[in-house]
């Protein structure tokens, strides 16, 4: 397992990289939210009321910062988040 500070313009946040059988489980997580890959359940997410976003095809932190938004609950959409902005930008409105 990798556990990685991020430094944004906006504050720190942490990244989590886990190795499972068959492709990596990786998250980030600001202050208000977090970037998921397409591992995780943005069905959960919702119901717990994260303010959550989900990122596919990514392998590494890098990559999830660069990749677009495919889905966001409302929670990260009341904070300013968008369909299609980069992980990056959806991240630094989580602060």
């Known amino acids: 397992m990798i556990i990685e500070k991020i ?31 397409g591992y995780l359940d943005m069905d959960t997410a919702t119901a717990l009321g994260d303010a959550a976003v989900k990122v596919k ?14 889905g966001a609950t409302q929670e990260a959409i009341n904070l300013g988040i968008k369909v299609g902005m980069t992980g990056k930008e959806a991240l630094e409105l989580m602060f």
């Open 7 to 37: 430094e944004l313009n906006n504050g720190s946040a942490v990244g989590l990289d886990m190795q499972m059988q068959n492709a990596s489980l990786i998250l980030i997580k600001a202050d208000k939210g977090f970037v998921m890959c």
């Open 57 to 70: 095809g990514v392998k590494t932190f890098d990559d999830v910062l660069q990749a677009a938004v495919v």
